[in-house]
């Protein structure tokens, strides 16, 4: 596949904020979607988690037996044979929550894992435009984080769906049953719970939500500085960026401390109120025993039941904690998968015209404006293109050059007029059909963290070590002597020269029929470019060659040269034709040769 060269970056536009009612739905769509295919799992969490609870129900139940006819008539064989059914519905329990728990993180951990995986696809069929409109880091972010947090906000609902409100409602019959007198003392537990952790919910979410948009904040900020690391010391800007790394750092641990503070409260005023209510049972309970309204094992069994539907209530109300922030996660996640991909990216296999057998090339009146720009970039621009000949673009830098040649991969799409080749429109034509057709040398060359080999093998995977070896020689890359030399993200290795030629060697292994080349001899002395030209002669001989240059000397023996100014096409023509009929061109020339004087 032909690399891209896009630097979304400083073309970032805020992504689209949904309405509100769509973002709840969000949560619940995006984890039935994929949350569907292990519907066997979630199926064996609800019986498993159904068997716990109720055993979890019924346990107290059986202690208060064993209390009132047990221990308050002697009766040793009572106890033992009441004490037997507990303790195997207390293993039976056991086994079943930690199953539960089993195949609940099984289904969440996939889910997740099939969520992420969906996001990797979506981004991939991205093409500048999206990937402008997005932003890198926030991608990353969505990709890696907020897909975590979806997944463990699921893995909770899992574990508590089932339990928490059989528990609850399970919890208050049982209780009532023990000693219906004193329900109000239930009714006062349960607000006052709810009340605390409502509030200290109210305190969290804001605090959450705001730690997402850090969290992208500083990913990008890092993103920029170690992709910038060389820049930065070489206009030492050290301190200005360790103190804007700082500052970020600085506030994610800030809002971390606030959420750890109230956390550290949370808990022992939890446990408080759990307290309170045991001595509460056992106050009022005391003195109901004494007055023979209620048996001693029953009012045990009470307090263990009071318990469990506390500790359910704060189930339900963690996940309810929990939701806020995995509904902006779920809602930033659904926003890259529903995303309009590009147009160009959308064109699928078996749609379009013929295949591409011989590369022609026609630009009919194509203009483009970048996303968010006012003025077009590129304004009707028309020319044709073929095989065996070489078409050159020259004109100053700005004039939108790397635009119009971006435009025949399909990096975006035209905003108006067709990019066609043979005469099928770029935007119709399938996408591994079009990478295929067309191989491109871009104006930023990048490299795959890999070796020489596997870079070399992305414009055909096939290739032999001797077509590797064919391309290399042609692209002057003598400096390789090892097909497996490493090379590190981004081709960071190699020089800027060397990164142009292996490009240059990537874009020649492939069978593509449109060969473009941007600036791509920018780097290579003239000696170099001379020997290179001379070699891929051959190679190109049947090829849609189009060249983009500055130095009028790399393409003045073209069979067209296309003169651009502002977006325009201003003059075309050879050389020598141009030479004598456009003015802009000849400036050019002038502005080289005077330097060679
Ligand atoms: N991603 C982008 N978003 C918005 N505007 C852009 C983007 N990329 C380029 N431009 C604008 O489009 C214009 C043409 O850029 P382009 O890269 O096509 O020029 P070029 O002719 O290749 O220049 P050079 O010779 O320096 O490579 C420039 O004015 C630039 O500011
Ligand atoms: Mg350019």
Same mark, same amino acid.
Request: glycine residues 8%.
């Given at each position: ?125 991205? =093409? ?19 897909? $975590?947090?979806?997944?463990?906000? !699921? ?29 109000? %003392? ?22 959450? +939500?705001?730690? #997402? ?7 990008? /900020? ?16 050290? =301190? ?26 949370? !808990? ?22 004494? #007055? ?11 307090? #263990? ?31 890259? /998968? ?19 057998? +011989? ?41 939108? +050059? ?73 692209? $002057?890359?003598?400096?390789? =002597? ?6 590190? $993200? ?7 020269? #060397? ?21 791509? !001899? ?20 049947? +090829? ?33 034709? %141009? ?10 020339? =002038? ?7």
């Amino acid at each position: 596949m032909p690399a891209a060269s896009f630097d979304p970056a400083h073309t970032r536009i805020p992504p689209v904020s949904l309405n509100k009612e769509r973002r709840t739905v969000n949560l619940i769509r995006l984890t039935a979607r994929f949350g569907r295919s292990y519907a066997g799992e979630i199926t064996a969490v609800i019986v498993l988690q159904l068997v716990t609870t109720l055993a979890t129900l019924y346990l107290p139940d059986l202690n208060a037996d064993i209390i009132n006819n047990g221990v308050a008539q002697a009766d040793v064989d009572y106890i033992w044979s009441v004490g037997r059914t507990m303790l195997l519905v207390a293993l039976l329990q056991v086994a079943a929550a930690v199953a539960a728990m089993w195949f609940a993180s099984r289904a969440a951990m996939r889910t997740g894992r099939d969520i992420r995986t969906a996001v990797y696809e979506r981004v991939s069929s991205f =093409d500048s435009e999206d990937m402008a409109h997005f932003g890198t880091a926030t991608l990353i972010t969505r990709a890696t984080n907020d897909v $975590q947090q979806v997944q463990m906000t !699921f893995l909770l609902f899992l574990n508590f769906m089932v339990a928490a409100p059989i528990m609850a409602v399970g919890g208050i019959i049982m209780a009532l049953r023990q000693d219906a007198g004193m329900s109000w %003392l239930v009714v006062t537990a349960v607000i006052v719970l709810t009340v605390v952790v409502g509030i200290i919910a109210a305190v969290l979410m804001p605090l959450f +939500k705001r730690m #997402q948009a850090k969290l992208d904040n500083i990913n990008g /900020l890092l993103r920029e500085q170690i992709a910038g690391i060389r820049v930065v010391r070489a206009f030492g800007r050290e =301190d200005y960026e360790a103190a804007r790394f700082a500052e970020a750092n600085q506030q994610i641990t800030r809002l971390s401390l606030n959420i750890g503070r109230v956390f550290v409260t949370m !808990f022992p005023v939890i446990m408080l109120i759990l307290n309170l209510a045991t001595a509460a049972v056992l106050w009022f309970g005391g003195h109901r025993v004494d #007055q023979g309204l209620v048996e001693v094992g029953s009012l045990t069994a009470f307090m #263990q039941y009071l318990m469990q539907i506390l500790m359910a209530v704060m189930m339900g109300v963690f996940m309810l904690m929990m939701l806020p922030r995995a509904i902006v996660c779920a809602d930033r996640v659904e926003e890259v /998968l529903t995303h309009e991909a590009g147009r160009v990216a959308g064109g699928s296999a078996g749609a379009g015209g013929a295949p591409i057998s +011989k590369g022609s090339v026609r630009f009919a009146d194509v203009s483009y404006t970048y996303p968010g720009a006012e003025q077009p970039v590129l304004e009707r621009v028309s020319f044709e293109a073929h095989p065996g000949t070489t078409t050159a673009i020259i004109g100053a830098t700005g004039a939108g +050059k790397t635009t119009l040649v971006g435009l025949l991969p399909g990096l975006y799409s035209p905003s108006s007029g067709q990019v066609l080749i043979d005469a099928t429109p770029v935007t119709a034509i399938p996408r591994e059909d079009l990478v295929g057709a067309v191989a491109m040398v871009p104006q930023k060359p990048w490299l795959y963290s890999g070796t020489v080999a596997s870079n070399l093998r992305m414009g055909k995977a096939d290739a032999t070590d001797k077509e590797l070896w064919d391309a290399l020689r042609i692209a $002057q890359a003598d400096f390789v =002597d090892n097909l497996e030399m490493p090379i590190s $993200q981004g081709g960071t290795n190699v020089s800027g020269g #060397q990164r142009q030629r292996l490009c240059i060697a990537r874009m020649l292994v492939s069978d593509a029929k449109v060969y473009v080349f941007d600036d791509s !001899f920018s780097a290579l002395d003239a000696l170099t470019e001379a020997k290179l030209n001379a070699a891929m002669r051959e190679t190109v001989r049947d +090829k849609t060659v189009i060249v983009v240059a500055q130095k009028v000397s790399s393409i003045q023996h073209a069979d067209q040269i296309l003169v651009m100014e502002a977006g325009r096409i201003v003059a075309r023509g050879t050389h020598e034709e %141009l030479l004598a009929s456009s003015e802009t061109y000849r400036e050019i020339v =002038d502005s080289q040769a005077e330097v060679r004087a």
